[in-house]
Antibody, heavy 121, light 108 residues
């Protein structure tokens, strides 16, 4: 059964760092692009970053460019989001999502349940 | 960047109603558009991709249409399980992925 499980969220002070993980199972992880999407409390969805199936291509939203880094470890079926210089407006539930089709990044198919990041002093 | 605007923001409807949600893009996204359903406290669920292709397992009462800059999501006969928030999202390769602001479908 396809499963994506995010972890690593929590409360962090402004300016500090946090690393999120997304453990994948039930599919061939190294064949699919992966996304991070976030949702601030009571707000809509905001795309954050995407990485290609082999990690060679990465793209970021302007709001996180230069502060966040997406990466993956295909040997461990795990996706990461390194978040530095965190700000209050980074407070959100962070979801990982699998591309719907192999060797692509375009359509977000299956999503994890999300992990909450709260940036507060 | 391409901006996506959904209308209406909130929709009140009854079980059995035909419901239509519109999504407009600030420039053409061809057919690179998806629709998601999200229930409170849950992750979004893909309903439709490539503007009109139904995701596997999604009931056939959901349909999508449109191309270029204007798209619609239609629920032919609203069911109790359909009360949720719906988001459109474009994935035109030349621009970052962007979502509409969402349309909340409420019980009338």
């Amino acid at each position: 059964q396809l499963q994506l499980v995010e972890s690593g969220g929590g409360v962090v002070q402004p300016g500090r760092s946090l690393r999120l993980s997304c453990a994948a199972s039930g599919f061939t992880f190294n064949m699919y692009g992966m996304h991070w999407v976030r949702q601030a409390p009571g707000k809509g969805l905001e795309w954050v970053a995407v990485i290609s199936y082999d990690g060679s291509d990465k793209y970021y939203a302007d709001s996180v460019k230069g502060r966040f880094t997406i990466s993956r470890d295909n040997s461990k079926n795990t996706l990461f989001l390194q978040m530095n210089s965190l700000r209050a407006d980074d407070t959100a539930v962070y979801y990982c999502a699998k591309a719907q089709r192999p060797f692509t990044m375009i359509v977000m198919g299956t999503w994890g349940q999300g992990t909450l990041v709260t940036v507060s002093s | 960047d391409i901006q996506m605007t959904q209308s209406p923001s909130t929709l009140s409807a009854s079980v059995g109603d035909r419901v239509t949600i519109t999504c407009r893009a600030t420039q053409s996204v061809n057919s690179w558009l998806a629709w998601f359903q999200q229930k409170p406290g849950k992750a979004p669920k893909l309903l439709i991709y490539d503007a009109s292709t139904l995701e596997r397992g999604v009931p056939s009462r959901f349909s999508g249409s449109g191309s270029g800059t204007e798209f619609t999501l239609t629920i032919s006969s609203l069911q109790p399980d359909d009360f949720a928030t719906y988001y459109c999202q474009q994935y035109n390769g030349a621009s970052p992925w962007t979502f509409g602001q969402g349309t909340k479908v409420e019980i009338k």
